[in-house]
């Protein structure tokens, strides 16, 4: 069995390895041109994308008036830091945190750090630096601000990782920029998750607005048929916690309110000798929404 990409087999499966890539590691729903293109990266980066050094990853991007989903290729930290170790002059990639109280002084036109802290009561992190030598020429050096790379929600709190372990994250971040600027046939264009804005998101229904919305419908049904429309609604309307227990309640008694209602007028309808019964529906929810 040959170890080129583009021609190992997998025998124990019988398939062809970019068959096992395509099902095993793409997104469902890739066409045949975006996997193309994948698989292109792979070879041009020398990243393996079953040892897990490269991912075809769906994010959605909206390309005018429209929500679509794209297909990228993100290479792993490790399968680049992997990758560099196949390079004959490559002599290795350090990497640290800067603190507002480190001594640290970046010579990048020397290709010289020198970076001095205490590990204790560092102060407040600044970023962080990465270089890498490759042997015959001027290491290369690069610094990086969290304050451009950190990412952060729609409340301004850093998210996931960045706020449990930022030092971790911007360290990642300078080792694979550094990389790229070294290695630019391999890994240019090509950029870790940790890198990247977060992924875009289609804009969902204002909870708040939706709940008044359905307070005002409940309130102003007038017929069960109503209701019942109501109720395929706000299943579907994506409501969750206090909002969703407050419209399930009022959807109830306003339910049986019109149900009790509907009785009175049919009995009402009917003659004395007819024997109608005196049952009266009662007033929880005959309509389960759940």
């Keep these: 069995m040959t ?9 124990d499966v019988g398939v062809n390895k970019w068959e096992l890539v395509k099902k095993t590691v793409c997104p469902p729903g890739i066409s045949d041109a975006e996997f193309l293109l994948f698989q292109e990266q792979c070879k041009r980066s020398g990243l393996d994308p079953l040892k897990k050094q490269i991912f075809c990853v769906e994010r959605k991007a909206k390309v005018g008036d429209e929500w679509v989903k794209k297909y990228d290729a993100q290479p792993a930290e490790a399968g680049m830091l992997a990758r560099a170790e196949m390079f004959a002059d490559y002599r290795g990639i350090t990497a640290e945190a800067v603190y ?6 970046v010579d990048a036109g020397a290709g010289v750090v020198v970076h001095r802290f205490k ?6 992190l600044l970023g962080a630096w990465a270089c890498v ?18 990412q952060k929600g729609r409340d301004g709190n850093p998210l996931s990782m960045w706020g449990r372990i930022p030092e971790t994250m911007i360290v990642k971040c300078a ?3 550094v990389l790229r600027v070294v290695f630019p046939e391999a890994f240019g264009g090509l950029y870790i998750p940790e890198e990247l804005p977060p992924a875009q998101e289609e804009p969902t229904p204002d909870v708040s607005q939706a709940y008044m919305s359905f307070m005002v419908d409940i309130d102003a049904a007038e017929t069960v048929d109503r209701m019942e ?21 009022q959807w109830k008694l306003k339910s049986g309110q019109l149900r009790k209602s509907q009785v009175g007028a049919a009995k009402s309808a009917e003659s004395p000798q007819s024997g109608a019964s005196s049952e009266v529906v009662s007033t929880g929810s005959s309509i389960p929404l759940a």
């Design 3 to 11: 170890t080129a990409i583009a021609t190992t087999t997998t025998a």
């Design 229 to 249: 429309e109501l109720r395929l609604l706000i299943k579907s309307a994506g409501l969750v916690g206090p909002a969703y227990d407050d419209v399930v309640k």
């Design 175 to 177: 080792r694979v920029a």
């Design 100 to 105: 507002t109280d480190d001594d640290c002084m």
């Design 133 to 150: 030598r490759r042997e015959g020429r001027t290491p290369v050096v690069r610094f990086l601000k969290l304050e451009d790379y950190i």
């Design 119 to 124: 590990p204790a009561g560092r102060g407040k």
